[in-house]
């Protein structure tokens, strides 16, 4: 089986990528840009893997596109590559445009235009799987769950563009036939990530003794998954989804924002004493514009149908996550 895995040196691409090199023998095939936010070093194990290839090229390359499709003929694509940082979109929604919809669109017309052309049997098994969030599904308040059928109602320039990149992947299956799975998934965290999103920022500076920024009062609340559990829910709906269906994956986490930084502080306050207490580090500022109040997934249908739950608690993810960016002076 041959896999496109698009932005797989990205932090969540990158899980998948190291999932499908240990848990499977698929020939994965990375397709990346290299931004800012991506990561040679996360993949560097692989680098010599016979059953792996990297190409350095943006999905909204038409050509480059169709001309991997050609080389490779994969028997599925993976679509994770994303801008996907909610204050970059603020500040300059004008690449997340660029990349979550017109890139999604480029990916989908390659991929239908190969998928046209295969044997019926290969299009049978072929799949395009699209890899989003819940943000598109806009606020919660301080009750309620999002499920699959939770209207869409995104607030902000990143919500926007996937929320658009989710109506394509649709359209095209139900259009042109295209087989696809769409997935949903709730705010994740784990080793590589880039350290412009709280969780690891807050490590590094707890570990540094640098202020720990907290936006408002920290009472806006996610629902965290670990990403190796988010990595094998991908793969799994990959190969046992529903064509059409689309499936919410969540890490059953509810906390605070300011909750998550206490803990934080308190895994880091067991393994130094450098800064300790780090709860002083704590500093609230000016909140995020637009700052959506509650995401919670109702993760029930992807338990009941694929029989997958997140393997990782909260507080044990993040054990493992303090320690990695402890043990891994990792350049970004």
Known sequence: MRVFVTGGLGFIGSAVIRHLAADSDVYIINIDKLTYAGNMDALKEFQSLRRYALHLNDI????????????????????????????RSIQAPADFIQTNIFGTYTLLE?????????PKAKQETFRFHHVSTDEVYGSLGSEGLFTE???????????????????????WHHTYGLPIVTTNCSNNYGPYQFPEKLVPLMILNALAGKPLPVYGKGANIRDWLYVGDHAEALWLVLRHGKVGETYNIGGNSERSNLEVVQTICRLVDGITSKHFPTTELITYVEDRLGHDFRYAIDASKIKRELGWVPKETFESGLRKTVKWYLDNQVSF
């Open 60 to 87: 909204c390359d038409e050509s480059a596109i169709r001309i991997l499709f050609e080389k490779y003929k994969p028997d599925a694509v993976m679509h994770l590559a994303a801008e996907s940082h909610v204050d």
């Open 110 to 118: 390659a991929a239908r235009t190969y998928w046209q052309q295969l």
């Open 149 to 171: 059928e939770t209207p869409y109602a995104p607030n902000s320039p990143y919500s926007a563009s996937k929320a658009s990149s989710d109506h394509l992947v649709r359209a």
